[in-house]
């Protein structure tokens, strides 16, 4: 499916809906007005792509709705060369969004079908990432220590493993909560022993999926 000159005006239309909402960072608000969000969405749910919505996108994940992309991603404070982690690839579409910030990034993935699904869209694309199929939870301790961590689906705690994956003066956003709804944190390391976390508002994920026995591999 092309990028049509409609599906931009509808990007331009998210853009101004978003500045609205309070995202400001002008970089973020670029990503989403370059990514074309239609081509990461099903053929059933293509004509709401620029809709501020969250849609399924199989494996019983969804893509979240470009509110809460752009909100993650201005808490992150992206700086060119930042080596990311995504915990959650799913549609992509953030990992994209990461891509157009000019961070290195590594996006790790639960579900099989979705990985193998991103892994050869997102380049196709021209969005060039590093992609793990694995568990969340453990990070990437082989790629560690990262600048910037963002969680993209629902953890019931703040994992340790990656706080201790995360340089000094990093920062780290995860949606935390057990229920329908999780408080978005934002963990700042202040030294190896000592962390700042400050809370940013409710929000709703798919959970965070747990598999102790998995290993990473296919970077």
Do not use: W
């Amino acid at each position: 499916m092309a990028d049509s000159f409609r599906h931009k005006g509808l990007r331009k239309q998210l853009v101004e809906e978003l500045r609205d909402r309070g995202i400001a960072d002008s970089k973020v608000l670029e990503a989403i007005n370059t990514v074309p969000r239609h081509l990461f969405i099903d053929n059933a749910f293509v004509k709401f792509a620029y809709k501020d919505k969250a849609f399924p996108i199989g494996a019983g994940q969804t893509i979240s709705q470009p509110y809460t992309v752009a909100f993650q991603t201005q808490l992150l404070e992206i700086k060119p060369y930042d080596k990311v982690l995504e915990v959650g690839t799913g549609s992509g579409y953030q990992a994209a969004v990461l891509s157009l910030l000019d961070a290195e990034v590594f996006t790790v993935e639960r579900q099989r079908e979705l990985f193998l699904k991103t892994k050869k869209f997102l380049p196709e694309l021209g969005y060039n990432c590093n992609f793990v199929y694995g568990d969340g939870y453990k990070g990437l301790p082989k790629f560690a220590t990262f600048d910037k961590i963002i969680i993209t689906c629902g953890a019931p705690f703040i994992p340790k493993d990656l706080v201790d994956q995360l340089k000094t003066g990093g920062r780290m956003v995860a949606p935390i909560g057990d229920g329908d709804v999780q408080v978005m944190h934002l963990i700042e390391k202040i030294s190896e022993i000592e962390t700042k976390t400050t809370t940013h508002g409710e929000f709703s994920f798919v959970p965070m999926l747990n598999d102790k026995n998995s290993g990473n591999f296919n970077v």
